[in-house]
């Protein structure tokens, strides 16, 4: 359901004065060194994306205390639920810059994301983007959105990259390779960006069919069977967490364990997918932004995490949250107040290479991108994640091929 | 493509359309008798979906033997709320009506939201990964043993409905109303008890589709959807169009999303939809009806 | 123009006229008392009554249960988008090339459903199985980006473009106010017409109207095809508003439910009934809000809980609707229809 919007009563007319009457009272307050910054964290709480927007809150409940003990300045976050839909979420924008956000991070999705950064462009509040690949989102001139996260080709770029760099550390190759993949945003635009990336690569393997699957499926046994038919030696997807599983599970009851399962997307490396196939989830090859378990950040976050969230995976919602929060907190050090200009130039002359993610650090380019992300090739092994790649952030060697499903306890 | 994947696709789609079958039999049911527009159908099948899962996880009992005490479940539920909250609705216009059910829904799936949050949940029996091969076929043994429990329902639904006094006193309402009424039948007990046993089916149903998908809230108005459909197709009022309305949709979303791409099988669904209420709106089997 | 005024408000008594330039008089000075935040809610509101006006036509008036009406406002969404960002075709001339679309496809829904007896549920069900045909078939459709969904260029603040819709919200807000106005009276003017009777004779007994001579397969479907067309404008209004569209969320059955809501609440069939629902239903789920705030509670979903509820016990305890009961607790006659 979506939701409507709120009628004007007296609290919020009072509330609204207070505030404005506040900061013209008293301006300095506002860019007093000491005073926390408003930060508003925009995710989708309620509705279809719940689970992944609860999982992004575990990376903003573990922040604050980081970025404490890295010497950075207290945040104050206040929260917002999108509510997996458009309007709720342009209206909660609204609301917590009218409660005071001075910064917005959000939304993992990227219709409302747009929505989120046209509300932040007309009041000049900057908005970091944690996690939301539509290309489209940092090509329409916007000055006070960022994103640090890569954007769809460079996704694939990076898959492609990796999965030639894995290639040569496992000395094999697959020939044929069927391509599945959820027919909603994400997937469509990751589709339309392997007919333009891929090319660039010279990839050593050919993509004999393509299948694509409704997001709503509750049963993918026929795109299981045709991807079966395809007779290729691995399985290359794109998928969110509950189609993951429903694959894995038709692959093992059509019994056909495919080479590799090389995944460009989300699903296949989550908590769930681990503990509910349990055995039967080992193999898989996650080609994802991801955090550098070799960096010093990562670790502290891990443990952090490990503390708050037993039984949980560092993974990238936790990661890409956090470091939103990183670059915010960075930001406002950096800028001395809390002035939305001086944040925003703040935030352009970012450069933090003692992050979590993998890659040289985060910066961002002109258009507010940062295009210098890179991706992680890591492997489900024992209910864990390895990486394999790149091997800087390496600290595992590959399976491969995937042990067949029928042999497997 | 070689012939055995369009043969196992076929199977597969078979054995799932006879436990949509026996959902939208419920509806069935429920419409055809107390002509009740249940828009609520498919969020009372993930209530018994989740009833199926929280008494697995509590004690592993497997849902085929969970399905008779999740029907009783659902029979009170569906007793209760046609005489407590839909009876006085009957006269109402239909927008009301429907109306009213929609509100239910979002309750439902608003109230699963919260106690169970917004992951998939699943039923890991142990035969879970399980398929017989019989030659070139492989058959998902899960849905086998939900298509036969589906069957035996549904059996027995029809043997109540045509040898109890109470099933004919029940068809009886459903054919002529007022001469119930005349006859002395106790109307409004019965259209409850209707409700009830409609409900009863899709909690059997429910506990068998947690052996073939995993439950999440959202999952009720697609199946709510899908119910309606098959309903149509198959013919209202009638029991038998009701399983093979919803074999046959199963049938076709499977072959449809093989041969074409598997993303739009759904418009199928709705092309078949459309035509049946065009050309034939008492649906396959069903009586030209009032 | 007096004549006009004249033919408007006979009939409606002083009170009437009197409360409603009352409410258009609030509105239109809101956006200079309250704040940003509350623009954009009242602009959802409004958006709202719009569509809810515009359905209102074919239940209220003509008693034909659309419940996917959300495949207007998708054509008139993607049509008008489309021609922006391909040819730099400005919203107004794309409403005006989407109106006849929309309308062509509120013209063969109808023809089929009226001509094959297709009424009531099945009808219904019939706009559903439409609606969602358009989803799944755009969220195919390359040519405008299938699922991964049409960005528009992006608006900038600096001035207000009203011809291509692009500026601040306060113009929307006005935009969207403004086609409020023009629905309202346009319905009023359509109920006191031939065609308004024909309908409310249809509405009342289809068999007793077509015994009485009235074409209703014409009537009816005029009603579908005004509803579409100005249906569609929302559409237009949703794609330069939120400058993004997916099939997914356009097309989507919880956009048609929503459409509904809001009249049936207020009052089907009624003048001010989808308008007064829009608000009393945002009011509910304000209300909710500050309480859950108040008690410091985050449950996500338990504003959706509350609203059903609330629903189930307006439709029970107030079947017609609020208007007709608020209108007699006003003392507003507002004729039957």
Redesign the interface.
């Known amino acids: 359901m979506t939701r409507i919007g709120k009628l004007p009563n007296r609290r919020h007319l009072l509330a609204g004065a207070a505030a404005t009457a506040a900061s013209l009272a008293a301006p300095a307050i506002g860019r007093a060194q000491g005073a926390p910054l408003k930060v508003g964290v925009l995710l989708p709480r309620s509705g279809f994306e719940a689970g992944i927007g609860q999982d992004c809150q575990r990376g903003v409940d573990i922040a604050p205390a980081i970025l404490k003990s890295l010497g950075l300045p207290d945040l104050t976050i206040m929260n917002g639920d999108t509510e997996s839909n458009v309007d709720a979420a342009r209206e909660h924008a609204e609301k917590l810059i009218g409660d005071g956000a001075q910064l917005l991070i959000g939304a993992f999705d990227s219709g409302q994301t747009t929505a989120i950064a046209q509300v932040a462009e007309q009041k000049g509040i900057p908005l970091i983007i944690n996690i939301g690949a539509a290309p489209e989102i940092t090509e329409q001139g916007y000055k006070f959105v960022f994103r640090n996260f890569p954007t769809a080709p460079m996704l694939l770029g990076s898959a492609f990259a990796n999965q030639l760099e894995l290639f040569g550390i496992v000395g094999a190759t697959p020939k044929t390779v069927v391509y599945m993949h959820v027919n909603d945003t994400f997937g469509t635009a990751m589709s339309k960006g392997i007919s333009i990336v891929m090319p660039k690569f010279n990839m050593p393997y050919k993509i004999v069919d393509e299948i694509a699957y409704d997001p709503a499926a509750r049963d993918l046994s026929v795109e299981v069977a045709k991807a079966k038919a395809a007779n290729a030696d691995a399985l290359l997807v794109v998928s969110r967490l509950n189609d993951a599983m429903l694959i894995t599970r038709e692959l093992v009851k059509q019994r056909w364990t495919p080479q590799a399962i090389m995944s460009m997307g989300p699903g296949w490396y989550e908590d769930q997918y681990l503990k509910t196939l349990g055995k039967l989830s080992d193999g898989p090859i996650s080609f994802d932004p991801f955090q550098d378990p070799n960096k010093k950040l990562s670790k502290v976050l891990e443990a952090a995490l490990a503390k708050a969230y037993p039984g949980i995976n560092l993974s990238t919602n936790h990661v890409y949250t956090f470091e939103a929060l990183l670059v915010a907190a960075d930001a406002y050090k950096r800028a001395g107040s809390a002035d939305p200009k001086a944040l925003v130039d703040a935030i352009r002359t970012t450069n933090i290479t003692d992050n979590v993610s993998i890659g040289p650090g985060i910066q961002f380019n002109a258009k507010g991108q940062n295009d210098k992300l890179k991706e992680g090739t890591i492997q489900n092994r024992g209910g864990k994640l390895v990486t394999l790649a790149p091997k800087d952030a390496a600290n595992a060697k590959p399976e491969w091929p995937m042990t067949p499903y029928q042999s497997r306890a | 493509m070689p012939f055995d994947v369009y043969l196992n696709v076929a199977v597969g789609g078979v054995l799932t359309g006879l436990v949509y079958g026996l959902m939208a039999l419920g509806l069935s049911v429920i419409f055809g008798v107390v002509r009740v527009v249940n828009f609520a159908h498919g969020e009372m099948m993930s209530i018994a979906m989740y009833l199926a899962v929280v008494l697995f996880a509590a004690f592993h009992l497997d849902p085929l033997i969970m399905m008779v005490p999740i029907a009783a479940v659902l029979f009170v539920f569906g007793y209760a709320l046609q005489s407590g909250l839909i009876n006085p609705f009957i006269t109402r216009p239909e927008h009301s009506q429907f109306l009213l059910l929609v509100a239910l829904a979002i309750v439902i799936v608003n109230v699963l939201l919260i106690i169970f949050g917004p992951d998939a949940r699943t039923v890991q029996t142990a035969y879970a990964y399980d398929s017989y091969q019989l030659g070139p076929l492989i058959v998902d043994a899960a849905k086998v043993y939900a298509a036969t429990a589906a069957l035996l329902f549904a059996a027995l639904l029809f043997a109540f409905f045509r040898f109890t006094l109470v099933g004919k006193a029940i068809r009886a309402c459903a054919d002529n109303y007022t001469g119930a009424l005349v006859v002395g039948l106790n109307v409004n007990r019965l259209y409850a008890l209707t409700f009830g046993i409609g409900a009863a089916c899709v909690g059997a149903a429910g506990a068998m589709m947690t052996l073939i998908v995993d439950v999440t809230p959202m999952l009720g108005p697609s199946y709510t959807l899908l119910a309606f459909v098959i309903v149509i197709t198959g013919g209202l009022g009638s029991m038998p169009g009701a399983l093979l309305g919803g074999l046959l949709i199963g049938l076709t979303e499977a072959l449809a999303g093989l041969i074409f791409t598997p993303s739009a099988k759904s418009m199928f669904a709705f092309a078949i939809l459309v035509l049946v209420l065009l050309f034939r709106p008492q649906g396959l089997l069903g009586r030209k009806a009032a | 123009m007096a004549a006009l005024i004249e033919r408007l408000t006979d009939d409606g008594s002083r009170r009437t006229m009197i409360w409603a330039a009352v409410l258009v008089a609030a509105l239109v000075i809101?956006p200079w008392v309250?704040?940003?935040?509350?623009v954009?809610?009242?602009?959802?509101?409004l958006y709202?009554a719009y569509t809810g006006q515009a359905w209102n036509i074919m239940?209220g008036f003509a008693g034909q249960?659309s419940l996917g009406h959300a495949i207007y406002v998708g054509l008139g969404a993607y049509i008008a988008a489309f021609l922006f960002t391909r040819f730099g075709v400005g919203p107004w001339v794309g409403f005006l090339a989407a109106m006849p679309v929309a309308a062509a496809c509120g013209a063969i829904i109808g023809f089929?459903a009226f001509r094959?007896?297709?009424t009531?549920?099945?009808f219904?069900?019939?706009t559903?199985?439409?609606a969602?045909?358009a989803r799944?078939?755009f969220?195919?459709l390359d040519i405008v980006?299938?699922?991964?969904?049409l960005?528009l260029?992006?608006?900038q603040?600096s001035h207000n473009d009203l011809w291509r819709l692009r500026g601040?919200?306060t113009m929307f807000y006005y935009v969207i106010l403004a086609a409020t106005v023009v629905v309202f009276i346009l319905c009023r003017v359509l109920i006191r017409s031939r065609i308004g009777y024909f309908w409310l004779a249809i509405r009342e007994d289809e068999e007793a109207a077509r015994a009485a001579g009235v074409d209703t397969f014409r009537c009816k479907l005029y009603a579908v095809m005004i509803s579409a067309a100005i249906t569609s404008f929302a559409g237009v209004f949703y794609a330069f508003f939120?400058?993004?569209l997916?099939p997914?969320?356009v097309f989507n059955?919880?956009?048609s439910?929503?459409i509904i809501?809001g009249p049936?609440i207020g009052g089907?069939g009624t003048l001010f009934g989808p308008i007064l629902g829009?608000?009393v239903?945002?009011?509910l789920?304000?209300s909710l809000?500050?309480a859950l705030t108040a008690l410091g509670l985050?449950?996500?979903?338990?504003?959706?809980?509350f609203?059903?509820?609330c629903?189930?016990f307006v439709?029970?305890a107030l079947?017609e609707g609020i208007w007709p009961w608020l209108a007699r607790r006003l003392g507003i006659a507002e004729r039957a229809g």
Not at chain 3, 40 to 45: A, E, G, M, N, R
């Open positions: 809101a309250v704040n940003d935040y509350l954009t809610v009242l602009i959802v509101i709202l239940m249960l089929l094959f007896g297709v009531g549920v099945y219904a069900i019939l559903i199985a439409f969602e045909f799944i078939g969220d195919h980006n299938a699922a991964a969904g960005f260029p992006v608006a603040y601040d919200p939120y400058n993004n997916f997914e969320q059955i919880s956009q439910i929503q809501l049936i089907v829009a608000f239903l945002t009011g789920a304000e809000n500050s985050d449950l996500p979903g338990a504003e959706q809980v609203y059903g509820v629903l189930l439709v029970a079947p």
